[in-house]
């Protein structure tokens, strides 16, 4: 019999069955008088503790509800100041997605304060130390991160631009990828990676691309090809 019940109902049967008992054994008299009172204590306690943290769930979703509204306007402002920027289009989409992962985080954790502030502040504290231990063993990383998207905002060149970094050897050729933490540069002698600190951190030329290489073949002077017979 209950194969034939839906699979959802079948999963919620245990809880409805408890629900009935529990109202069963708060509002009639089925069951002893002790038990009957212990349960109608132990709901009004309980209904003392969450009329507060209902008022906390409603102002904590009008702050969220309010949050969303000025978020669309805030959004279309940062896209038009970035469109009068030089930024490339990965810078652009880098900054819109920083800003969007800052802004909800700032307001799920404002949100999150209202409910539980010193379950948050102990969060928020252990988060703290645990970033700047991370960004102090990972700080060579965060130079080049930081680099990149310096470069991505500022750019000094573009992919497919012929560049030289002045005062690193054979950093010359043409710019395949500008990437998080490094630039791809193609030169004659192959492929070269370059850590994007020492882009930002030096001067860079933009050169003229190298002229085609020269044919070995050597036609004497005077000298025409015959058109192939029709």
């Known amino acids: 019999m209950l194969n034939k019940l839906p699979g959802w109902l079948r999963k919620a049967l245990p809880t409805l069955i408890l629900l009935a008992l529990v109202v069963v054994a708060s509002f009639t008299n089925w ?17 003392a503790k969450l009329v507060p943290l209902v ?6 979703a009008l702050f969220l509800s309010i949050a969303h509204l000025l978020y669309s306007p805030l959004a279309n402002g940062v896209c038009r100041a970035l469109a009068k920027t030089g930024a490339s289009n990965r810078g652009k989409v880098l900054v819109q997605r920083s800003l969007q992962y800052i802004y909800w985080g700032l307001a799920i954790f404002i949100a999150a304060t ?12 252990g988060v703290s130390l645990f970033g700047a231990a991370l960004a102090l063993a990972l700080q060579g990383m965060m130079k080049e991160l930081i680099s990149g998207a310096l470069l991505q905002l500022m ?14 050897a054979d950093a010359k050729g ?6 998080t933490l490094s630039t791809k540069v193609e030169s ?4 070269i990676i370059i850590p994007n600190s020492k ?18 073949l050597i036609l004497p002077e005077g000298f025409k090809r015959k058109a192939p017979d029709a």
């Open 199 to 216: 882009i930002w951190e030096n001067p860079v030329k933009i050169v003229p691309p190298p002229p085609p290489p020269k044919s070995p």
């Open 174 to 179: 043409k710019v395949v990828d500008i990437d």
């Open 188 to 191: 004659p002698s192959g492929p």
């Open 55 to 60: 008022g906390d769930l409603l102002v904590c």
């Open 31 to 47: 069951l002893p008088a002790g038990l009957h009172q212990s349960i109608l204590d132990s709901l009004k306690d309980y209904g």
């Open 155 to 168: 750019p000094k060149f573009e992919v497919g631009n012929y560049i030289e970094v002045v005062g690193i």
């Open 114 to 125: 209202l409910i539980a502030p010193d379950l948050l502040g102990k969060l928020f504290l």
